[in-house]
């Protein structure tokens, strides 16, 4: 079946410029997570969607970062005013409910460039 | 605090070698999970194995094998006769039993697996 879908698949913008991405989790998934990966901080965990409940924002490194999920499917996350310390690969990730919601599987990411 | 450490940064072996990599965790639940993900040079993280702490019984898959020794707070990644497809990235993970329903994945640095044919 589908996996992870996010897009785009890269992106350049201009330091100060707004940038949206976006993740198509798998069908039925109801738990969505966001990550970063960066050369100088590995991986590390942004924001958390589970269904309709408030998402779990611990991990956005400023308020510039922002996430909204609608209808509990597709996710976008946004960044304002763009630094060139975001600059990093993007990872969404998906997982079922139930017994193995802890098994999460990733999509393609969106590599972030910021000149 | 939760810590993963994969303290092996690049790894190189020539085809069809044993290797082995290492992961050390740090967590102060009882209850937790501990993941392997490969991630190849197209970028894509893919999904190993996941153990629960409350299970140490050693697994292997082909040829892939995981030890987990919670004596040693270790789950070390075995691959047996190594071929070049698995040259990757790999990347051990931590995750605690959530207040809430939230598996957030602790990640080691991952070792870098270069196989030489």
């Known amino acids: 079946g589908a996996g992870v879908s996010q897009s785009p698949s890269n992106k350049v913008t201009e330091k100060g410029k707004d940038v949206e991405l976006r993740c198509d989790p798998i069908s039925g998934h109801t738990a969505l997570y966001w990550y970063r990966q960066s050369l100088g901080q590995g991986l590390e965990f942004l924001i958390y969607?589970?269904?309709?409940?408030?998402?779990?924002k611990s991990g956005l490194p400023s308020d510039r970062f922002s996430a909204e999920r609608t209808g509990g499917s597709v996710s976008t996350l946004t960044i304002q005013r763009t630094q060139q310390e975001d600059s990093a690969v993007y990872l969404c990730?998906?997982?079922?409910?139930?017994?193995?919601?802890?098994?999460?599987?990733f999509g393609p990411g969106t590599r972030l460039t910021v000149t | 605090a939760q810590k993963v450490t994969q303290a092996q940064t690049e790894i190189s072996v020539v085809e069809k070698e044993d290797v082995t990599l290492d992961c050390v965790y740090e967590t102060r639940d009882t209850t937790y999970y501990l993941f392997w993900y490969k991630q190849p040079p197209s970028g894509e993280l893919v999904f190993l194995i996941r153990?629960?702490?409350?299970d140490e019984q050693n697994e292997i898959s082909g040829r892939y094998s995981w030890n987990f020794q919670k004596s040693t707070s270790s789950f070390n990644f075995t691959i047996t006769a190594s071929q070049v497809v698995d040259s990757a990235v790999y990347f051990c993970?931590?995750?605690?039993?959530?207040?809430?329903?939230?598996?957030?994945?602790?990640w080691g640095a991952g070792t870098k697996l270069i196989i030489k044919p």
């Open positions: 969607f589970q269904g309709n409940s408030a998402p779990d």
């Open positions: 993970a931590l995750s605690e039993a959530p207040e809430g329903s939230n598996y957030q994945l602790i």
């Open positions: 153990r629960n702490s409350f």
């Open positions: 990730a998906s997982s079922a409910p139930g017994q193995r919601s802890y098994e999460q599987y």
